[in-house]
């Protein structure tokens, strides 16, 4: 049995029971709410972590690559939404998917993309089910609710012979929020938006049974989810430090971590050195512009007990600089000696697990258990 | 035969004529001061790469994981230096290296260090070559050259039977400057702290045969080496823009760059987007405080032409968004068609190489060669 005392480092662990306790919160909301919940699995890329949510109740997954639907296809997950605009060079790997009988659905936001995958499609006899982008907060891609351009599209597609499925909306911008009532207002227009997209399709004769909206903060806030039949979130099943200042978790739900040793001190600066640089965090600095900057992110004990006031300042490749908020710690090589092992808490899971390999799941038991993720496209 | 047209995106290219010239202009200037050159592996930890770095006349290699130093052992490079600060817990994976047959070196900057590599190496009947880590600029471990604990340390190595093979020091403050003269500055200080360190010692009695120091502006700034044996640096095998910025290389000698396709405009903000966002670019923001912010990369055509002004001004996890400085490109949906291919630059080649699991080596004649990088700990 692997524990956790002998695992290397750095290294990114999961806390299953955490882990657990975040999937089934989010779960339940949403079963409360009467929606189906669609986990993107952009965050975690390991099948351990979707095998999971699927348990918990979670109707098929969102990806962000078709490396990732790939991956999960061949896990035997057949639900899947590829959640970026799709392109005339990536529909050749869309089309073999639903060949091989996964349930791909594709998105679009323009009339260009419309008639590329009508075209490709119909010179393929395949017909693709597609979901039409919706903007709701201008954070990225999407068509306005009320813009001409939602009707081209669905009938530049329904002309072609595709499948218009629905419309989905991500309100990204939820991220630069912090207080409650803010995201409860950009959690509403993004189930207005796209609820009102929805019913200008139908209204012109599309069926559009879908109504996609989510994030993690506005699916946490949403206080009524009329007209929506699904949500989707991912970076919950993990949380971070820029989602403990968003409001919508604290440190204690925080379930991915790096383990690190100290291999150095600057004593004179109070500066205890880590093997945890911005390769094992990444350089996610989400939280500078938040209400409280973590740095590079906050340390735990080993035994993950919050050293409040202790953060990675800085970080170069592979050291990272563990310093006291204010008063430089002149105790610092006593309080973590050569070989101190810590947890650091990320800014951001998507991209400190993008570091990694692979985790280390540790359960209750406190065994470690190798969870492999996928890694690049 | 596969081109660069045909590679799915996005992806990591490597211009391989720039990559080579990068490697002669530095090993041509190394040997021109009559010092050896040890290339850090860690900016491309790639083969292909790092032989041809040596095949221009390197001598060893520098690397920040130990399994870097296992799987370029395993590729027959014996000459190897471990640059990050040994502890009790990596003894092992080090001593097994050596027993294999390895010269690897590893480093060191405090007593309390020594004092465990000396322990373990005497309990296992192992010489450790170790090289004592020297600060010249505060900017992250060592020890200052007049400090009492570089005797200490090295009289403890030397107690406990272990070889103090020499000093070195990496000015990583370098990469804060932008004026050729503070750069030479800063790469004298480097040579003369090493200097002054490695006279200490062999004032004391020890030989200290190598005097090593580096880093990519100070290899290129300095002017003299006197009593330096060795020159270290990573980064300028590809350059970037934060290397651009500090003015040791300009936008076409950058030989590391991301390949992606327009997936997308916002028409209203002058937004095209493109299928790299920060998962391929990395979350590096480098250039953000330098003369010149070029936001997640710099754009450049399919072919590599620099397309003046237009940046990745933002990026999500797979999307970028390129806009053009100044005022909003009103034509970019005409300018970057849905499909149209580009390149981007990226600020900091070590952190978007990191992002990708293979480099396509893109040759004179047009063909694309997959080259496999190391990737996690």
Request: hydrophobic residues 40%.
């Amino acid at each position: 049995m692997t524990t956790i005392h002998e695992l290397g480092t750095p290294s990114a662990l999961i806390d299953t029971q955490r882990m657990e306790r975040n999937i089934r919160r989010m779960q339940d909301r949403m079963q409360a709410m009467g929606v189906r919940f669609r986990p993107h699995a952009k965050t975690t890329k390991c099948l351990p972590v979707v095998q999971a949510q699927i348990a918990a109740g979670a109707q098929g997954i969102t990806v962000s690559t078709l490396k990732e639907a790939e991956q999960f296809f061949e896990a035997g997950i057949q639900d899947i939404l590829y959640a970026v605009g799709m392109v005339p060079g990536k529909l050749g790997q869309a089309l073999a998917l639903r060949q091989r009988g996964c349930q791909l659905k594709i998105i679009t936001d323009s009339v260009a993309a419309a008639r590329e995958i009508g075209r490709f499609g119909a010179a393929h006899g395949a017909v693709f089910e597609v979901w039409i982008e919706i903007d709701t907060d201008g954070h990225r891609s999407g068509i306005k609710p009320e813009e001409d351009a939602l009707l081209q599209v669905a009938n530049v597609l329904r002309d072609a012979g595709m499948v218009v499925g629905g419309v989905l909306a991500h309100a990204g911008s939820s991220y630069d929020h912090d207080d409650p009532q803010a995201l409860r207002a950009i959690s509403e227009q993004e189930r207005a938006g796209a609820v009102r997209a929805a019913q200008r399709l139908r209204e012109a004769g599309f069926a559009c049974p879908v109504v996609s909206i989510g994030s993690t903060p506005t699916a946490l806030a949403a206080e009524d989810l009329e007209g929506v039949t699904e949500v989707r979130a991912g970076v919950y099943v993990f949380f971070d430090l820029v989602m403990r200042n968003v409001g919508v978790c604290g440190l204690d739900d925080i379930a991915l971590s790096v383990l690190t040793t100290v291999i150095g001190h600057q004593e004179e600066k109070g500066w205890a050195i880590v093997d945890a640089g911005w390769m094992a965090m990444s350089r996610d600095r989400g939280t500078q512009k938040q209400k409280q900057d973590f740095g590079f992110g906050q340390a735990c004990r080993e035994d993950g007990t919050v050293l409040e006031g202790y953060t990675l300042s800085g970080a170069n490749q592979e050291h990272g600089i563990l310093s006291r908020a204010g008063e430089p710690d002149g105790r610092i090589a006593e309080r973590f000696p050569l070989g101190t092992r810590l947890r650091i808490l990320p800014n951001h899971a998507c991209a400190t697990g993008a570091q990694h390999p692979e985790y280390h799941a540790i359960g209750p038991d406190g065994r470690a258990r190798a969870w492999p993720r996928f890694y690049g496209w």
